[in-house]
């Protein structure tokens, strides 16, 4: 089995930032993918950044220049380093990991528990 657990999030003001991290443990052969989605009230879950498998990272025009995602892979773990926070940036982040899991080799996609960030005054 693998598990996901995020950490970080919270209250926030305007042009503060947070960090939120996302590891992985268990039966991980590989990764392949890892990466952050969001969903804001009343919409629909949006890709903020990721890692694709085989590809350069991915980020969402509207955090490109101040959001930042980074990893250690010795950790099996996914960080999102958010700067100059908007409060249209509140929502519930979601970290999402593609790995191979050790023999019988199985490919899974596994979501986090989501963390709520709140960007207010």
């Known amino acids: 089995q693998v598990q996901l657990v995020e950490s970080g999030g919270g209250l926030v003001q305007p042009g503060g930032s947070l960090r939120l991290s996302c590891a992985a443990s268990?039966?991980?052969?590989?990764?392949?993918?890892m990466g952050w989605y969001r969903q804001a009230p009343g919409k629909q879950r949006e890709l903020v950044a990721a890692?694709?498998?085989?590809?350069?990272?991915n980020y969402a025009d509207s955090v490109k220049g101040r959001f930042t995602i980074s990893r250690d892979n010795a950790k099996n773990t996914v960080y999102l380093q958010m700067n100059s926070l908007k409060p249209e940036d509140t929502a519930v982040y979601y970290c999402?990991?593609?790995?191979?899991?050790?023999?019988?080799?199985?490919?899974?996609?596994?979501w986090g528990q989501g963390n709520l960030v709140t960007v207010s005054s």
């Open positions: 268990g039966s991980i052969f590989s990764i392949n993918a």
């Open positions: 999402n990991v593609a790995v191979v899991t050790t023999q019988p080799y199985r490919y899974l996609e596994l």
């Open positions: 890692f694709p498998s085989g590809g350069s990272t």
